[in-house]
């Protein structure tokens, strides 16, 4: 087998993958774009080369051998982003979990790195592929040397040999560097020869081959003025094409044997896509063999028939689902374990005993669980009320362990020491495949869990209180779980069909646009086809194409959306999209997920994902239903109250998170604001413009509220100049006027950061942790994302507190006033309940007073509220 190397251009092909693909994140709030980007392209190389040998070259810093030829070598580029400095060490954690090298040397850029083991390649009899972003690369190129360079996308590639470089400039490789000598390259800022671009460069050289030879035959250019330019600047050429050579000479300490390829650590790989948030990629690859751990067998009972006496004292007890979707689920069997031993319960022998139901539905009887909303749940569909549960295993490892998410019950006991339990994979299969085995291999798997129960609850009790976390766990994290028990069992009422008049409408109103887009381009075509859409706008059209992929013209949205001022077409396209995705996503959506009898819909309220302390909604994601578009908003109309006599409530806090910015910097002019109940923004862009409140007009306004809650998620210079259209010099000058004119917040800022460079963690209000290792990391980019993470969790997370607080404090409002109102949702700031008209009076005077008291601010806490016959109404 012919020995293959692949070198490939670390910072190019990461800088290309950032700009490439929009923002994308994972659930720490950490950017991934890059990284996505990069590993896309990785995969791609390592499946089309199978190289036997593989290396990634980096810079290592600003400063090269080049600078002593001319300061300003590079000197026209910006500062990187932050939100891509922080993605370049994990693009070198895939690296090693792919067992790839890399390498970088002070002084030196990567393309000389490349350049040298290029060389020392062909010379070994080696096929070399080179990948980059930067054309510079292609004078490399020769019989035994391709450079593969990326276009506008990320994985759509343009391959320079020596015949496609003649094809496309009529020079050979070695040529490049002439070219770039003459007519310089503004991304490095080589100066070139003033006036020279790549047409009358190639011109130049097809005639004279080199700059030397332009250079002592000047007046055989054809072209005065040409002859004076290249007279004047003879020694910008040469110098210019002196920086635009890549160096293959570099002094390295490593031979090319080293840097041969062999496989991935898939186990380190699953462990990155997983931290990633890379679940596509995830799907594609085998799950992890789990650890050869000894497992000691529980000692447990088989409980057929249940007495009195199994039941005498407070007991750990674990429910077993059948299958993940617990709203659709049937239950296993339970396990209990308490002081008289811990025993297995099959599921029917559970449901046909009055003792066991006396026993679950009996308040004193303490229990312990493992996610006690699931549990609740579980029991609720087979008539049972589970009442004195005191403690949940699952909320308690999530409140101490917030950036960890187990997927199961061996998961969570792993994290606390304990590796007996076996992987529910292990014993029930995965995916598809999950069944339920012999009765007798789950019994004791069951049993094992109800007895860790207990072991556990003693491990997390002990850190809680040591966290100073029992207030938050007993106070607001268990009840919550209870209260969100209810609101899932309840569920919200949909008219199915005005869910089905409005995809009649929504079907209609596509055709209507189909034909305009129809008519704009001249021809019919299927408009969800990226292929015959790009062929539309870039060729029939003539519209500038933004960037390509490998299947032709990318039509992704923000392609179109940069084309949107060129054409009336475009506008008309994304359109299309945005109700097209309403009718498939939303309308036919929620249809499939309505309970047939009831026509209601139970979301999933997620209590242990976020590291903030935010609550989320899956299957279906109701805190997501798109209301940009006056059609998403409509979507709203389809929930209404479970029966006439009743109106959808919705109540939400104003501007929570800037509150409790208020509230923690101790800002005073922040604090006014809020106490003389002034609009905000204005009053932010009064400050930092320096003009009169008066004077704000909608583009100050506009500016300003972008910067205040920017400020809350711990926002740079290139993300404002992003969503504000702005450079990023005007964007750094705004933040820098904005925190001289609130001096509280500047100081909160760097105070924050240096408490949780002391103690590891920032906390809310209420004593959530979250844990911030990257704050004292050496690398700047991690711990420039841990400062900022530091900034703004406290935020989140306080306002994430305070509805949960609110949400409790309605609930015993509710009980206490004997009032027929549910809390149906709970959606970011917002909390919606379904009303009897005659409770209407008192939910307005009620709601707002207790969500406006759940905590004590030095700003008052301000609830909106609004009702109707459906949601849409209600807002």
């Known amino acids: 087998m012919k020995k293959k190397i692949v070198l490939i251009d670390g910072n190019s092909v990461a800088y290309r993958a950032f700009f490439a693909l929009p923002l994308l994140s994972n659930s720490k709030g950490m950017h991934t774009n890059a990284v996505y980007g990069f590993t896309m392209m990785l995969l791609k190389v390592l499946k089309e080369e199978n190289p036997t040998h593989l290396l990634v070259a980096f810079d290592a810093g600003k400063t090269t051998f080049r600078h002593k030829t001319y300061d300003e070598y590079k000197g026209g580029r910006q500062k990187t982003p932050p939100e891509l400095s922080e993605q370049f060490p994990y693009i070198r954690e895939l690296l090693k979990a792919y067992g790839i090298a890399q390498y970088e040397l002070e002084n030196y850029e990567a393309d000389d790195i490349i350049g040298t083991l290029s060389l020392q390649a062909e010379k070994d009899d080696f096929e070399v592929k080179i990948y980059s972003g930067d054309k510079d690369l292609t004078q490399l190129a020769s019989e035994a040397t391709t450079v593969c360079i990326t276009r506008k996308g990320i994985t759509d590639i343009e391959v320079y040999t020596p015949a496609h470089i003649e094809e496309k400039y009529g020079l050979t490789p070695e040529q490049i560097i002439d070219m770039k000598g003459l007519m310089g390259d503004s991304s490095d800022n080589i100066p070139g020869v003033p006036g020279v671009g790549e047409k009358t460069a190639i011109k130049l050289l097809k005639q004279f081959d080199t700059v030397e030879k332009l250079l002592a035959s000047i007046g055989e250019v054809s072209g005065k003025k040409l002859q004076e330019k290249l007279e004047e600047h003879q020694d910008l050429a040469v110098m210019s094409k002196e920086l635009a050579t890549i160096l293959r000479e570099v002094p390295m300490d490593f031979s090319l044997s080293s840097l041969q390829y062999n496989e991935p650590d898939n186990e380190k790989v699953y462990e990155l896509f997983k931290e990633l948030g890379f679940n596509s990629l995830l799907e594609k690859l085998d799950r992890p063999a789990e650890e050869a751990a000894i497992r000691e067998k529980v000692s447990y009972e088989f409980a057929a028939e249940l007495k009195e006496e199994l039941f005498n004292d407070d007991s750990s007890f674990y429910l077993e689902m059948i299958t993940e979707n617990y709203h659709h ?210 060729e029939k059209l003539g519209l500038p194409p933004v960037k390509k992929t490998k299947t032709g013209y990318s039509t992704s949205a923000d392609v179109l959306e940069k084309l949107a001022p060129s054409h009336e077409i475009v506008e008309h396209i994304l359109t299309y999209r945005q109700l097209g995705k309403l009718q498939s996503t939303y309308i036919e959506g929620l ?241 919606i309940f379904e009303v009897p008209k005659a409770e209407i009076e008192t939910m307005k005077r009620l709601v707002p007073e207790v969500m406006e008291q759940a905590v004590e601010l030095k700003v008052p806490l301000k609830v909106d509220y609004s009702y109707g016959p459906t949601w849409y109404d209600a807002k």
């Open 329 to 538: 689920a049937d239950v296993a069997g339970f396990g209990l374990s308490g002081q008289s031993g811990t025993y297995f319960i099959p599921a029917e022998a559970a449901f046909q005993s009055a003792v066991f139901k006396a026993w679950a539905e009996d308040e004193t009887k303490k229990k312990s669980v493992y996610d006690a909303k699931r549990t609740v749940i579980g029991l609720r569909r087979r008539g049972i009320e589970l009442k004195g549960i005191d403690f949940d295993i699952w909320l308690a490892s999530y409140l101490l362990n917030p950036s960890e998410s187990p997927e199961d019950f061996a998961a969570v006991a792993k994290l606390h020491g304990m590796q007996t339990i076996q992987s529910d994979e292990a014993v029930y299969g995965k995916g598809a495949k999950r069944k339920l085995p012999e009765e007798a291999e789950y019994a004791e798997h069951i049993a094992s869990k109800a007895a860790a129960v207990e072991e556990l609850k003693t491990i997390c009790l002990k850190e809680l209180e040591e966290n100073q976390q029992l207030e938050l766990f007993y106070e607001l994290e268990l009840p919550l779980a209870l209260i969100l028990a209810d609101m899932e069992s309840e569920g919200v009422q949909v008219d199915v069909e005005r869910l089905k008049e409005m995809g009649e409408e929504l079907k209609s109103k596509l055709a209507g646009i189909e034909q305009t887009i129809h008519a704009l381009a001249g021809t019919e075509f299927n408009i969800n086809s990226p292929k015959q859409l790009g062929t539309i706008l870039f």
């Open 591 to 831: 249809l499939k997920v309505a309970d047939p009898i009831t026509h209601k819909i139970h979301t999933r309220f997620n209590q242990a994902l976020t590291q903030t302390g935010r609550l989320s909604s899956t299957e279906p994601n109701l805190q997501n239903i798109p209301i940009r578009l006056e059609e998403g908003r409509k979507i709203r109309q389809a929930f209404v109250p479970s029966n006439n006599d009743s109106v959808i409530f919705a109540a939400d806090y104003s501007q929570i998170e800037l509150r409790v910015l208020a509230h923690i910097a101790d800002d005073e002019k922040l604090i006014e604001a809020f106490l003389h109940d002034l609009d905000i923004h204005t009053a932010t862009a009064a400050d930092v413009f320096h003009v009169s409140q008066e004077e704000v007009d909608s583009n100050m306004r506009r500016q300003a509220k972008a910067v205040n809650f920017g400020i809350v998620y711990g926002i740079s210079d290139y993300g404002l100049s992003q969503s504000l259209g702005i450079t990023r010099k005007d964007a750094g000058i705004f933040i820098d006027r904005y925190l001289q004119s609130y001096p509280g917040v500047k100081e909160y800022m760097e105070s924050i950061v240096r408490q949780a460079k002391e103690k590891g963690f920032v906390t809310t209000l209420l004593q959530r942790r979250r844990y911030i290792p990257e704050i004292t990391s050496r690398n700047f980019n991690l711990r420039s994302f841990g400062e900022r993470t530091a900034m703004n969790t406290p935020i989140q997370g306080s306002a994430a507190d305070i509805i949960k607080k609110a949400m409790i404090d309605a609930a015993e409002m509710l009980e206490k006033e004997n009032l027929a109102s549910k809390l149906l949702l709970q959606v970011h700031d917002e909390l």
